[in-house]
């Protein structure tokens, strides 16, 4: 049994346009990893070039944030369910309207 | 207390409720786990929203930001637009909403009984297309003056000043407080005042996640993060998707009378999850949580009605929460 990743429209172009791919790996590192080397690229756009999670990238781990789980340390085991989101909690249109009214 | 100078007056001290059918059975001698919801939906405009709308406006014309006739201007997806226009309409300003157009029909019809203008970015072109039409408008306006829900501290304060206060008096027992994660501001105000209070509380947020037509951003640095964000305040975190949402919300009213918006059911899924925990580990738990709003601005969604798949459906690429 492998770990079922959930990957959102934006990086798709990474995975033959395909909305689940699957990986293993004990941890989230490790999966990633795993990703990268079926998928190449697909890391550079989760992790940042300092070896964090990107600011606007959240992974849930069973619907779950991993950033609560350890974050890149979280331990996984088979079977898990992961979903990859861009970083854009609920009134997503308000949020991008409201930062560019804003100037940002 | 049962008597108000005016609405306004009226905002918050809202009832917390026990939910002795969908709070979980524990063993026999094991410790209590019980939920309790605090009904938001009984504010001024029916939603958690008039508390931060009342603080944002009240800190506005105190700093002198706002002045007599001034027109607001505001990027919403709903409730807070429609506890802005109560609040403007009282204290005398314009309110002109940004918001997507993929939001519920009756949440325009509010809005606009309630006096406010509505300017529709396209839901079709994503963040994109929301992000030029803004622009535009801020160009146009310059006078126009943004309360800004996503960064204004006064949003978090609201909370921590009332929701926060509130809970504590009516549950001191209290051991984990649930919310929804949108601008953050109920998270992050009525957190950090339990946190000071009461060791060991657990804060616990629920973020709806939508169908795919909803996250239409074009990459990754396009995402947004709202700057009330702190995320030490929170100690977890849960994506709830629709079906379950729509699944919680159902048994609000079927089991215990409760008739809420969906981001309640978000929530609820959530508290839900901690409650189970709880049982699981044979720890007492008083896991307390908000009903955002009623379910009445979500009725012709039809998703109250048919199977699970029906209100999926019928709620995909809806902002629902």
């Known amino acids: 049994m492998a770990i079922e990743v959930r990957v959102p429209t934006i990086l798709r172009s990474y995975t033959g346009g395909a909305k689940t791919v699957e990986g293993s790996g004990a941890t989230l590192t490790a999966l990633i990893d795993d990703l990268d080397a079926k998928h190449n690229g697909l890391k550079g756009r989760l992790i940042t070039p300092e070896g964090g999670l990107h600011r606007f990238v959240n992974i849930y781990v069973n ?42 | 207390m049962a008597r108000y100078e005016s609405l306004l007056d009226a905002c918050g001290g809202t009832p917390l409720v026990g939910l002795p059918r969908l709070s979980p059975a524990v063993p026999e001698g094991a410790p209590p786990v019980r939920l309790w919801a605090k009904l938001e939906d009984r504010n001024p405009t029916g939603s958690i929203k008039d508390r931060p709308a009342l603080y944002m406006v009240r800190e506005a014309e105190e700093s002198g930001h706002l002045r007599p006739g001034d027109t607001i201007l505001e990027p919403t997806s709903g409730n807070t637009g429609i506890s802005l226009a109560m609040v403007a309409k009282l204290r005398g300003y314009r309110l002109v909403c940004v918001m997507p157009e993929n939001v519920s029909a009756e949440r325009v019809q509010l809005l606009r009984m309630y006096g406010a203008e509505i300017i529709f970015s396209p839901a079709a072109g994503g963040s994109n297309q929301a992000v030029a039409t803004a622009k535009q408008i801020a160009a146009e306006h310059p006078d126009w003056k943004m309360l800004f829900q996503y960064g204004n501290a006064a949003n978090a304060r609201a909370h921590f000043e009332t929701t926060g206060p509130e809970l504590l008096h009516d549950l001191p027992t209290i051991t984990h407080f649930v919310a929804g994660l949108g601008t953050t501001g109920t998270l992050m105000g009525t957190g950090r005042f339990l946190k000071e209070k009461v060791e060991g509380i657990q804060i616990v947020a629920a973020e709806p996640r939508y169908g795919e037509l909803v996250y239409g951003l074009r990459n990754i640095d396009e995402g947004y993060v709202p700057e009330l964000y702190d995320a030490s305040v929170l100690d977890r975190r849960f994506s709830v998707g629709t079906r379950d949402a729509v699944l919680r919300t159902r048994q609000l009213v079927e089991v215990e009378g409760i008739f809420a918006g969906f981001s309640s059911g978000a929530i609820l899924h959530a508290a839900l999850a901690v409650a189970h925990e709880a049982v699981k580990a044979g720890k007492r738990a008083d896991v307390a949580f908000v009903i955002a709003d009623g379910g009445w601005k979500y009725l012709s969604t039809g998703a109250y009605g048919g199977t699970l798949n029906d209100a999926e459906e019928a709620l995909e690429g809806q902002l629902w929460a």
């Not at chain 1, 996984?76 to 309207?97: C, E, K, M, R, Y």
């Open chain 1, 63 to 104: 619907d779950e944030d991993v950033r609560f789980l350890g974050a890149l340390d979280a331990k996984l085991s088979d079977g898990d369910s992961i979903t990859i989101l861009p970083a854009v909690a609920g009134g997503a249109l308000g949020f991008a309207a409201a930062a560019a009214l804003l100037g940002r």
